[in-house]
């Protein structure tokens, strides 16, 4: 990788690379662990009065938090569970949100060697019930309106849960206080084990099925720790440096993208829970004087119906990161030129992460490109026989399977594992084509996955919800191109003969997907069928939907 020859040996170990037999790898400790390589490394005299979360409620009050306070309150969670018996490879889900409970969580968790459950705030009573259950999870962080919901369906539900940890002042049965967790016993003695212990299990959704838990191993941070270096453009120790993103906590952009780099650096970052828009994160920017984040294309998209933010706000930001989907020219173009900053686009999935990107301050960036292939990586191009293709030919992005990055394995499902493997090759069914440069340009999917605003949304489950609505006999969810989104949820429905189409059924139909999957995978258009197009086998044929939308 000829943009590497710009830095010393010393500049790459600086960014968690070494050069060994001409060739440049990713350095993995054995002892890598998330905790060290974050909170851990900032509690000397110089550092641990340093904040470390920026905290805004959404009355707007501000709460800061030291790396030093976050250290003992982390200790006297890990000390609770530890008393509970939860220690090395203990599953704890986490379910607050984008809130410093959620952080401090993830650092006690790291303390007794447990694996942390990531759970989204915008999943809904299913999708928690079935991830919950998959994983066996007996202890649940979470906050007091999600489980003021779940509360009556406990026994029911969520079979396997024991305890549940919260700030609500009304406990019930087996609900324990997270603000007296705090304060137990602030003397923890970690519990560490090795690079490949399992640390994080998150749950993502796949073309097909319910969404699949992936599993990664406290390695994750340190082989992305290259590539974050790389897409915040070798700054991310700037003196001033404050980070920010409104991604969830729960998922790869929000946390290993954001809330762990930020630490990794020793620089606070500032949170809140209030709901993104346009006109409200700029004036969070500028009242925290954020200066790195990441952002989704699609809120990308939001901001820049701002045309000039510098004469209305007095900003900040120097690096917007970005990806989950592919990023249009134009807003490259509106971030550089309108608001003055460096944007960087990387891209990679959550099994197999930031194979491909950019960085500014080592080669330029073309508007439209997904970047290069990023360092410790090997990505190719090959058609439908396995053989790579040529410059310009549309190929799909495949990488080693020894890459880095390469999740420790799907939960209770390896068969999942060997249908991303096509001979040598882990396979992304994300198709593409290079340039003689070296540049990547995205083309589309070659599977039935749904992006949509950063989200990774399976059409399956969406399927199984509709279905189970007493209106819908059959049901069929594609992904239709979509300019601000990438893509949107659009379902096919057919309906039972004593219901007819009509805009309140449309919504009913709506909300019950929301109600019982998520607010993002809710159907934003859906179109009433009398029947389905079906393929030789009997199977409703997608394909022919896709092909109808794109030309409409």
């Known amino acids: 990788m000829d943009y590497l020859n710009k830095l010393s040996d010393k ?14 790898k990713i350095y993995i400790p054995n002892d890598a662990n998330i905790y060290n390589m974050t909170l851990g490394g900032y509690l000397s005299k110089e550092h641990i009065n340093n904040p470390a979360l920026i905290f805004e409620d959404k009355n707007g009050n501000v709460i800061n ?34 809130h410093p409970d959620t952080a401090i969580a993830h650092m006690a968790i790291c303390k007794i060697g447990g694996v942390a459950v990531t759970l989204s705030q915008l999943y809904g009573p299913e999708t928690l019930k079935h991830a919950l259950n998959d994983c066996k999870v007996e202890v649940l962080i979470t906050s007091n309106n999600a489980w003021n919901k779940l509360r009556q369906t406990k026994a029911t539900s969520f079979p396997y849960l024991k305890y549940v940890i919260l700030r609500d002042p009304d406990l019930g049965q087996n609900e324990i206080s997270l603000t007296d967790a705090y304060l137990f016993e602030s003397n923890f003695k970690a519990n560490f084990g090795s690079a490949n212990d399992p640390a994080l299990l998150m749950y993502t959704s796949g073309s097909t099925g319910k969404p699949k838990g992936i599993l990664h191993g406290h390695r994750v941070l340190a082989s992305y720790r290259p ?21 969830d906590w729960a ?22 829970e209030d709901r993104f828009n346009a006109d409200w994160a700029y004036k969070f920017i500028e009242r925290h004087k954020v200066t790195h984040t990441f952002l989704a294309p699609t809120a990308i998209k939001r901001m820049a119906q701002v045309q000039n933010p510098n004469e209305l706000y007095d900003l900040s930001l120097k690096i917007i990161c970005t990806g989950g989907e592919a990023l ?13 900053v460096i944007c960087n686009e990387f891209y990679g999935m959550t099994e197999v992460n930031h194979l491909i990107g950019n960085c500014e301050a080592l080669y330029p960036r073309k ?42 394995g799907y939960l209770n499902n390896k068969d999942k594992e060997e249908e991303m493997k096509t001979g040598d090759y882990l396979r992304t069914h994300d198709l593409a084509v290079k340039d003689k440069e070296g540049y990547f340009w995205y083309k589309g999917r070659s599977d039935d996955l749904i992006k949509s605003s950063g989200f990774r949304i399976g059409p399956a489950e969406i399927e199984d919800a509709l279905i189970s609505n007493k209106a819908i006999v059959e049901a069929a969810v594609i992904g239709k ?14 309906l039972h003969k004593n219901y007819e189409p009509s805009k309140e059924l449309i919504e009913d139909i709506r909300n019950y997907v929301k109600e019982n999957l998520a607010t993002y995978k809710a159907p934003r258009e859906i179109e009433f069928v009398n029947n389905f197009v079906m393929t030789s086998s009997g199977k409703i044929n997608r394909r022919v939907l896709r092909e109808n939308e794109k030309k409409n």
């Open 481 to 494: 191109p979509d300019k601000d989104r990438g893509q949107i949820v659009k379902a096919f429905v057919k």
């Open 227 to 247: 590539s974050i270096n790389l897409f915040f453009n070798l700054s991310m120790k700037d003196k001033n440096a404050v980070y920010w993103s409104p991604s």
């Open 251 to 272: 998922w790869v952009g929000g946390l290993l993208d954001m809330l762990f780099p930020a630490w990794m650096a020793g620089k606070p970052i500032a949170t809140s």
């Open 65 to 98: 938090y030291t790396f030093g306070e976050v250290e003992a309150m982390s200790n006297g969670l890990a000390s609770k569970l530890s008393s509970l018996g939860y220690n090395f490879g203990s599953n704890i889900a986490v379910h607050t949100g984008q």
């Open 328 to 340: 249009a020219s134009e807003t490259l173009e509106w971030a550089e030129n309108k608001l003055g």
């Open 367 to 408: 508007p439209g490109s997904m970047g290069r292939v990023y360092p410790g990586h090997k990505v190719l191009l090959i058609d439908d026989e396995q053989n790579e293709v040529g410059q310009n030919i549309e190929g799909e992005i495949v990488t080693t399977s020894n890459s880095p990055t390469k999740f420790l």
């Open 11 to 24: 500049d790459l170990f600086e960014i968690g690379l070494i050069r060994k037999d001409n060739e440049v």
